[in-house]
């Protein structure tokens, strides 16, 4: 072969390499499925060039998730308003999250008169009765608070991912809020809720609806489809009596289905929250509803109070609150239970995760229910006997140490006074009366794994010491 040939060939085989090149390309930027995982390279190069682009800002809708791309609309009524809106002003940034309180009538009052610049804006739901007449919709509220969806979504501002309607007795975890969904893309269909904590409450309305008024989170994408059909839908099913049923209905003819997340609370249940909320699943959390139905959370405090008081913890860090951290003193065979912004428990005995992490049924069902099952989680009952029943401490201050750590403090509830564990060694823990727990000050947004603890407590104080780490990995928490 001469050298020209070589050439030649050369010169063949680096056409040849550009074509193919050159026809994979255009293959993944014309074909390519974005199921399929491609170089971070590819993908930004197909959104570069992709010719059919509905996205107007590729480098904005890139970026990752933040506060500003979450829109609110917050379904309420002037006459709740009036004691609701601490509820909603202890989570709610003024100028920071955007959307709308959506009010039936227009607010009276001097409390409420002028609007407070800690509220969101309101604005007064569009007409009832006319919307009645032109759907023949059987139930004005169902309709006015499905129809609300749609107009918040309509406002359009600039630049929003995702559209998280709520009710007005609903606390959000923003912060939180925004790390789960940052994880998710928002040019997709989601739509995302939580169940009912009441079984029969899913079994009567639907196990595939999100309860409304914890939070049901819609991408931009699915939001636009449901505004768009919003009329058509509430023709269509202008005979259903429940408003969340009837989203989940619109929703399912667009083709999109709940996916449940785990730190989203209806909270269908009643009384004592306690234990529900000192074993919250390993899940960040984003919502608590129906804080009217429940007894105020901290039993010194009044209802308002009790969620301000929570948010004073979310301020430090929203990541792990109520986020539940076990470990063991050894030597006194007691367990430690934390709930990371809200309680500690002691138990004289040393006890598994497993059953740790059940709720005590300090709560009520939503609604009577002679039989169980009552509840969608795993329950244990109050006991009186002082081997199961904790030493309960709630939590009263957070602060960040010098040492880059955050200090909250929990006190004691009341005395337990039911005597000691002697099975377990007769440790009574009566006298503590208060829990110092340090943690990092850093977020755990994934929740893989628990964290683990070390308990320092010097024989007879009455303080005692909780620091959190990493778990080992060999770490058996039992
Ligand atoms: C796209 O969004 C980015 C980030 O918000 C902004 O800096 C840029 O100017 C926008 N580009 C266009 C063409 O609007
Ligand atoms: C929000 O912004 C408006 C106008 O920019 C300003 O008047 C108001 O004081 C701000 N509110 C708060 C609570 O910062
Ligand atoms: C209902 O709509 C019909 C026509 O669509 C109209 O004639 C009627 O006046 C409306 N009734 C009310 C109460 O608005
Ligand atoms: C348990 O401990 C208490 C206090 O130390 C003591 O008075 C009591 O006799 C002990 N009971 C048993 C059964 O050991």
């Known amino acids: 072969m001469s050298t020209c040939d070589k050439s030649k060939l050369i010169s063949i085989s680096k056409t040849m390499l550009i074509l193919g090149l050159v026809l994979y390309l255009s293959f993944i930027i014309f074909f390519g499925d974005s199921n399929c995982p491609s170089s971070e390279l590819l993908s930004s190069f197909r959104f570069k ?4 682009s509905s996205q107007p800002n590729v480098s904005q809708s890139k970026s990752s998730t933040n506060i500003n791309h979450l829109l609110f609309g917050l379904l309420g009524s002037q006459k709740a308003w009036h004691h609701r809106k601490s509820y909603i002003e202890s989570w709610w940034r003024p100028n920071v999250t955007k959307g709308y309180l959506l009010l039936d009538v227009p607010p009276q009052g001097d409390d409420l008169i ?3 610049l800690n509220s969101p804006p309101y604005k007064i739901s569009d007409d009832v009765p006319k919307l009645v007449n032109e759907t023949k919709h059987v139930d004005a509220t169902v309709l006015r608070l499905v129809h609300g969806i749609m107009e918040v979504f309509r406002e359009g501002h600039e630049g929003v991912r995702w559209l998280v309607m709520g009710d007005d007795d609903s606390i959000f975890f923003v912060d939180n809020m925004v790390d789960i969904l940052a994880q998710y893309d928002h040019m997709k269909y989601y739509y995302f809720g939580g169940h009912s904590e009441f079984i029969l409450s899913n079994y009567w309305f639907s196990f595939n609806q999100a309860f409304g008024g914890a939070g049901i989170i819609l991408s931009y994408p ?3 489809a449901l505004a768009r059909d919003m009329m ?6 202008a005979y259903l009596n429940a408003a969340d049923r009837t989203t989940m209905t619109c929703i399912a003819d667009i083709g999109v289905n709940l996916s449940p997340l785990q730190g989203i609370h209806q909270i269908d249940l009643r009384g004592d929250l306690s234990g529900f909320l000192s074993s919250h699943p390993k899940s960040l959390l984003m919502s608590l509803h129906h804080f009217d139905m429940v007894d105020p959370i901290f039993p010194s405090m009044d209802r308002a109070q009790s969620i301000f008081h929570l948010q004073n913890a979310a301020q430090y860090d929203q990541s792990r609150m109520l986020q539940q951290t076990i470990c063991h003193h050894r030597s006194k065979s007691w367990t430690f239970s934390v709930s990371w912004g809200y309680s500690a428990h002691i138990y004289e005995k040393i006890m598994p995760r497993s059953w740790i992490q059940r709720p005590i049924e300090t709560f009520k069902p939503w609604q009577k229910s002679p039989n169980p099952p009552r509840y969608m989680f795993d329950v244990r009952s109050t006991s009186g006997d ?10 009263k201050s957070v602060e960040r140490t010098p040492r880059n750590e955050i200090l909250t403090t929990y006190t004691r509830a009341w005395p337990r006074g039911i005597g000691t564990c002697l099975y377990a060694g007769n440790h009574s823990a009566e006298y503590v009366s208060e829990i110092h727990v340090y943690s990092p000050a850093i977020k755990r947004i994934q929740i893989d794994r628990c964290e683990c603890c070390d308990i320092v407590h010097k024989d007879g104080s009455n303080k005692a010491e909780v620091k959190y780490r990493e778990c080992k ?5 039992a």
Do not use: G, M, N
């Open 49 to 52: 060039w992709t010719p059919f």
């Open 114 to 116: 002028p609007w407070s």
């Open 222 to 224: 699915l939001a636009k």
């Open 232 to 237: 058509s839908c509430l023709k269509r099913y």
């Open 386 to 395: 002082p081997c199961e029943a904790p030493h309960v401490f709630f939590f």
């Open 473 to 477: 990995e060999d770490e058996i928490i």
